[in-house]
Nanobody, 123 residues
Framework: QVQLVESGGGLVQAGGSLRLSCAAS????????MGWFRQAPGKEREFVAA????????YYADSVKGRFTISRDNAKNTVYLQMNSLKPEDTAVYYC????????????????WGQGTQVTVSS
């Protein structure tokens, strides 16, 4: 089972950028598709982005398309989320997870979560 540690969150003004990182343990990281999810206060956890095992295919929620970029470095067992043009509505705790491509948008089927990293965007 892959264990995950997210980092890189913080407080940023609207229009700013942040890069989140998710470090994974285990030698099987490169065989997993990976996803980012977020959960705002009082809201359900939602899909943000996903990337297949090789990095050749990426997928995004409509709300972040064109602003966020997911990438991975299998040599470093790390997946990234570059977030540009941030908006106050992007404020949430961000989580990464191993996913299956056919169910990548459904957080209820994710087996385990890291502790998450807080992103706060001020207006």
């Amino acid at each position: 089972q892959v264990q995950l540690v997210e980092s890189g969150g913080g407080l940023v003004q609207a229009g700013g950028s942040l890069r989140l990182s998710c470090a994974a343990s285990g030698s099987t990281f490169s065989s997993y598709a990976m996803g980012w999810f977020r959960q705002a206060p009082g809201k359900e956890r939602e899909f943000v982005a996903a990337i297949n095992w090789s990095g050749s295919s990426t997928y995004y929620a409509d709300s972040v398309k064109g602003r966020f970029t997911i990438s991975r470095d299998n040599a470093k067992n790390t997946v990234y989320l570059q977030m540009n043009s941030l908006k106050p509505e992007d404020t949430a705790v961000y989580y990464c997870a191993a996913v299956r491509i056919r169910t990548m948008r459904d957080p209820s089927v994710v087996g385990s979560w890291g502790q998450g990293t807080q992103v706060t965007v001020s207006s």
